[in-house]
């Protein structure tokens, strides 16, 4: 029998499954300080270790967790022990103290560090300090991943475990009172999540006492088949004695109403005791167990926003480079802010997942895939659609991906179905499935349902549950196919009612080469919808399309009393007044009062009759060295500074894009890069000085945040720039500003540099070997003017 | 550990990190620091922890506290802490949603970002406020101090990851530090309040413990980042 048969027996045993209370809590008992290392205990006081172990098995404990929660690289890196020492001996003295009564987990706790966007630590990164921990507790029955807030961090350390052993994993997340993590993780979104990549049980642990778990476990038993775990704290700590406010009994009490939701493994955590695990084990002696057996529902999600498919969800199509000049020159350019730029006009419009498709010939797609990903995921919850047609980007966007997603897509051939599907298994995604296959797409609907039988049962196969299977009948053009229209539609008919599956479309292809499109789309987008489907993947920025999907889903009764239809339009006011003859402004005016709308509109109508590169000289540059100079005398201040500036940016974009329709090259007067240095993540002033930088016609390479030394150098060589710009806020991250520094002196030294941020000095700028201090953004673009000229 | 709900922003100290001194905000920025206000008390998930130790010896270079690990070095610390006989560690933030707001916000428009990043920071302060009155209402009779942070005057700001782990600031409301003892989520702020049962002299913040008050743009327009 394998350690996993051994733990499923002993579910299946047991009514419930007792594990332990707190460790820390018992060695604070024994003179532990606050804020020492309780693990480097395994090593020194290995004796005063097995005896709690050995307490909490002889209260009833049937697994014990090796007191390994802290000991990964980060925590232990001044201690000079490394994780595999302490992990090693903290398994060994939970086998010796639990000889066969009981079995002994390794214990994972949290790393000690944010991850990324919020964090500076890495996904990847995470993953290596779990895979270390995993790897040296190989002795233990099973692995217990708990405390965790972060629902990437979890990933990070289930991958690790799923992928370096062969043991039985537990996960347990900490949430507050309000059903979310402190980073905003959902049950909904932790139970899809978690199940998807293989879990063996899932539940909750710390934070709050078991009256409080209450709600939590049973919105959690709404949403997993596992068996759920609870490990509560002894009630909640007093600050100024440390103490917890409540009883053993009343703990015990409090469990035995936990048993309705379905609890199968149970256990104290902070300030619990063996008395707790006694009480516990005597409050439930005379109940049985009650799996809950949910229905689960069709749903995607990201770490905080949990989509049902209960009737049709917008997938916004806008990520996508076919047929979209811009994108591409984006793509090149590596300017993921532009994609974001497309998702936040999307996200505002009413999509609720976004497909993410990056793939270009001229592009390593995996890796801007990889970086879009983790881009999106750090400004928006929507849930994501990845639309690659490479296995590999699919698998890497999996990989980072926070959450449950959507692969788009597999297809009815062979090689298909072989290589994507197990991908979509291993991260417990949802897929789309097209309905063609190697004889390409059929005209007849008979057809395209027999594939979507086929790929269905491929997927399940393949272990895939039948809910997250998704079927594009695939929307042909109207204007080439006309009698295919309806064959689209009568096979997701069928689809929908004989398979009982969620269906896909991407809707805007069906009006490709004919007049007044929107008309077509919108018409398709209707007939679909009244004929299941419930996925459109389509534009939702036309406000047609979108008032569609909300029109069809408050006439069909699923957005109940038109709550969302009227939060969508219940505010609109009438279309407001046309500006009053007389009333027309100059772009001078409009970048002076931060009239975005009307210095872009403004621009357009200039670039009819004037050259744009006087626009920008005669026009742009002297309103924006107007609101500099009243900026510096303090006549304006900061927001009314940048207002101006996003006026400037709009009408900028206007001549870009008419420069890039007309194939000329767009207007650039020299390339900054601009970085936030390594290990730092405030950013807010170098996003300052790119936008003023990029009204005066510079392009500025931004390299984001938290910027390795390299990544600045290879920028600055690769785009032959004159100017580099750089910033820290801490005094602790001006080492790495020095670094970055001494890096581009030694490598590029033609390159000038120009400093700031809150704590340095001209003094100390020059110091560490600046050409150049700014104290703001005006200043910024002053040396930009001194040096391009 | 508790949670604090804010049912507004301090719109004076937001115009004060603005720049704007005493100056009043115009309409169409007021009209945007209407809207940033709604978004960021709807992200603004405002938590704080505590603990209170009594001091065990304050030599002038540092203070040892009772049954905590955590040395406070320095000698801007112990001016601080002179004459108290307890202190509080403390540690308070907005929360993770409110940094996604501000990342939104910069991606989107940036004179938004901006007083958002503003208004999440009066919101920390607001968090930290609540604590200091819950703090005052645990030590009830005692004087305290004003809130002093590692990276003010001579305490190093090293001390952050040791900070979190004694105020148990991970577990307790989800803020750590990165490799360069920056705090995360950024709009997090620890502090320690020093409490004693004689009066205090009343030391009130200053610029005198601030290590940027050289090159502080506040101080050269004659203004204070503090009220």
Known sequence: MNKKERFFKLLKENEFVFLDGGMGTMLQARGLKAGETPELLNLTHPEQIKEIHRLYIDAGSMIVYANTFGANGYKLAETGKSAEEVISAGVKNALEAADGKALVALDIGPIGQLLEPTGTLKFEEAYDYFKEQVTAGKDADLIVIETMTDLYETKAALLAAKENSELPVICTMTFEENLRTFTGCSVSSMALTLEGLGADAIGVNCSLGPREFAPIIEELSKWTTLPIVAKANAGLPDPVTNTYSITPEQFGEAYAKLVPYGIKLAGGCCGTTPDFIRALKKHLSDKKYQPACPEIPAAVCSAGRTVVIDGPRIIGERINPTGKKLFKEALKRNDIDYILGQAIEQIHAGAEILDVNVGLPEIDEKDMMVRTVKALQGITDLPLQIDSTIPEVLEAALRVYNGKAIVNSVNGEAGSLEKILPIVKKYGAAVVGLTLDENGISKKAEARFAIAEKILKAAVDAGINRRDVYIDCLTLTASAEQESAMETVKALHRVKEELGLKTVLGVSNISFGLPNRELINCNFLQIALANGLDLPIMNPNVASMTGAVRAYRLLANIDKNSVEFIEAYGGEKSAPAAPKQGDTHDLMYAVANGLKAEGAKITAELLETTDSMEIVNNMLIPALDKTGEDFEKGRIFLPQLIMSAGVAQAAFEVIRNHMISKNAAPVVKGKVVLATVKGDIHDIGKNIVKVLLENYGYEVIDLGRDVEYEAVLEAAVKNQVKLVGLSALMTTTLGAMEKTIALLREKYPEVKIVVGGAVLTPEYAEKIGADFYAKDAKETVDIAKRIYG | ?227
Not at chain 2, 160 to 177: D, H, M, S, Y
Request: proline share 1%; aromatic share 6%.
């Open chain 2, 1 to 227: 550990m508790a949670g604090v709900s804010l049912k507004s922003i301090n719109r004076r100290a937001v115009l004060r990190w603005l720049g704007y001194g005493g100056e009043n905000a115009d309409e169409k920025v007021t009209a945007l620091m209407d809207e940033c206000e709604k978004k960021v008390l709807a992200a603004v998930n405002g938590r704080y922890t505590y603990r209170i130790f009594d001091i065990e010896e304050n030599s002038g270079e540092r203070v040892t506290l009772k049954g905590c690990s955590l040395v406070l070095t320095g000698k801007s610390v112990c001016e601080h802490l002179k004459g108290c006989t307890k202190a509080a560690l403390l540690c308070g933030t907005a929360g993770a949603e409110t940094d996604r707001l501000i990342r939104m916000e910069q991606a989107s428009d940036m004179a938004s970002a901006v007083i958002a990043d503003a208004m999440a920071g009066c919101a920390v302060e607001a968090v930290c406020d609540a604590a200091e009155e819950d703090i005052g209402r645990s030590c009830e009779g005692m004087f305290m101090t004003w809130r002093f942070s590692p990276g003010y005057g001579d305490l190093p700001i090293e001390l952050q990851k040791q900070f979190l782990e004694v105020t148990n600031a991970g577990r307790a409301i989800g803020v750590f530090a990165n490799e360069n003892s920056l705090l995360t989520p950024k709009k997090s702020v620890t502090a320690v309040i020093g409490l004693s049962a004689e009066k205090i002299e009343n030391k009130r913040h200053s610029c005198a413990v601030c290590n940027i008050k050289e090159n502080c743009t506040f101080r050269q327009k004659g203004i204070r980042c503090y009220e």
